[in-house]
Every structure is written in C-alpha cells, then in structure tokens.
C-alpha cells in the first residue's frame, strides 16, 4: 500500500482578506503547518505528500526560501506549482534553483513513481506564456506537455495512473453547491484536452486539482476528477490517498481545533 497526502493553496505571503471560500487565517500558516506535520509524524504511515500548487502568493526569493523552510519535513513534499507561484517571468528558474527538492530530476513536470501506481505532476499554464501567470485564468496545456504526458501514460500499463495539475479539470456541480449553475467552470478547451488523455489512456483513474479552495468530486466516464480546498482556510482540510491493488481509497480530513487557534466556519 502507499499513502500520500494531498494539500493546497498555503498562499504564504497573503494578506487575510482577498479570494477565498471561508474564513482565512495566512496569517497563522506557521501553526497550521505545525500541526499538520504533527498528524503526519504521529500516523508514520505517510510515504509522501503532495502540495497543489500556490505554496506562495507571490514569486520572490525570500517567499520561496521561507516556505521551503516551513515544509522541511523528514516527509518528502511534492510541489504542483500554481498560478500563484509564477507570477514574476523569472519565477519557474528561481523555484529550480532555491527550492529543488519540491521536484523531481530538477524538472516542474516529472512523475512520482511507486509499486501501487504512478503519479504525474503537470502545472498547467494561464494565458500565453509557459509558467508565468499575470491575471488571465484560461487554464492549457502545451502541445510539449500533451505529448510527453502521452507517452508517459503509456508506462507500466498495467498499474493505475494519477495526474496532478492545478486548474479543476470541472466545474463545482450544482448537486454539491445547490446553485443553479456549477461554478468556477474551467475553460472547454482545458476540459477537451484533459478528457482526450483518460479517452485514450484507460489507465488514467484520478485526475487531482486545486485553485478554486473548494472540495470536489466529480466522476466522469471511469475516471475520478478531485480537487482539494484551501489548508489556510477553516477548517483546514486536507485528503489522505491510500492505493493497494485493485483499490484506491480517498478520505477528506481536518485539522480543526488541532491547530489551537479559534477560528470560524461557516457551517452552510
């Protein structure tokens, strides 16, 4: 068996008020990171955890050394790089360089290879330019990425395949939100491209995302599509993966009071 966590959208360096979906409290990162690793050190059963992208809020140096800092833990941690991440020109080559042990072979798409499955990391990209966002939210992939994600979908064929990215590949559905319409819907053109991947790849099983701070589970044609809330806002979430032969278990966690601050959450 291997477990691994799954987190997201830590934004270190924002301020408390802006985007979110509940209450945030950046301001006490510090504290929920501690007691996130408190849970990890206790279980002792975590192989590796795996962080959805916008680690920070915004590119710099001194956020990327302090973060990295933040999450030096005996566990190693994976980094899906957001929006958030990239958004200085420079910022892919300052994450390489001050950061590396977030990526594998030094590379932002790479694969997490195991006995029980193989995870694929691939940041999306926003607008035109390849790993820098400024404001626009069209999330793609590159002809480049298509392609080599192709070929590595067709390793090992024999065990399930993960793909981790940072847009929702869908939509949140109304059955969840009780809205009329879903909401934080992706571009199609994303969606197509996401879609031809699991039609032609079978062994693609879970599709994981971030960025919208909101829980989602989506089924589609075999293939589970789920995204992770924000770890900074109440009541600080996470997901924990466990994946055997033949069996893929997910369960949403919470650190709550465990962070040993007060905070509110808007139970509705």
């Given amino acids: 068996m291997t477990k691994f966590l799954y987190l997201s959208d830590t934004h270190f360096g924002k301020e408390p008020n802006g985007f979110q979906q509940q209450q945030s409290y950046p301001e006490r990162l510090p504290e929920i990171l501690g007691a ?3 849970e990890v050190d206790r279980r002792g059963d975590i192989d590796f955890i795996l962080h959805g992208g916008d680690m920070i809020h915004t590119a710099s140096d001194a956020d990327i050394l302090a973060i990295s800092k933040m999450f030096d833990w005996e566990v190693p941690v994976y980094l899906c790089l957001g929006n958030h991440d990239l958004t200085s020109p420079e910022a892919l080559e300052r994450w390489m360089e001050l950061a590396p042990q977030f990526f594998k072979d030094g590379l932002p798409v790479y694969s997490i290879e195991t006995p029980d499955f193989i995870l694929h990391v691939a940041p999306n990209h926003w607008g035109e330019k390849d790993f820098h966002w ?3 939210q069209d999330a793609r992939f590159s002809e480049a990425q298509m392609a080599a ?3 590595k979908l ?3 064929p024999q065990l399930p395949h993960f793909l981790s990215t940072h847009s929702p590949v869908f939509g949140i559905p109304v059955v969840q939100s009780g809205l009329k319409e879903p909401i934080h819907v ?3 053109s994303f969606t197509r491209q996401i879609l031809s991947l699991a039609e032609m790849h079978p062994n693609l099983c879970c599709v ?3 960025h919208t701070h909101l ?3 989506v089924e589609h044609q075999g293939v589970e599509f789920v995204t992770v809330s924000s770890i900074i ?3 600080f979430e996470y997901k924990i993966f466990e994946v055997t032969e033949g069996n893929i278990r997910m369960s949403t966690c919470r650190l709550g009071s465990g962070c040993g601050f007060d905070y509110r959450y808007n139970e509705e």
């Fill in 208 to 210: 994981l995302g971030a």
């Fill in 186 to 188: 992706p571009v199609e």
């Fill in 36 to 38: 996130l690793k408190h």
């Fill in 149 to 151: 994600l192709s070929l």
């Fill in 233 to 235: 806002e109440a009541p």
């Fill in 215 to 217: 829980n989602m589970r």
């Fill in 154 to 156: 067709n390793s090992r």
């Fill in 134 to 136: 400024e404001t626009c």
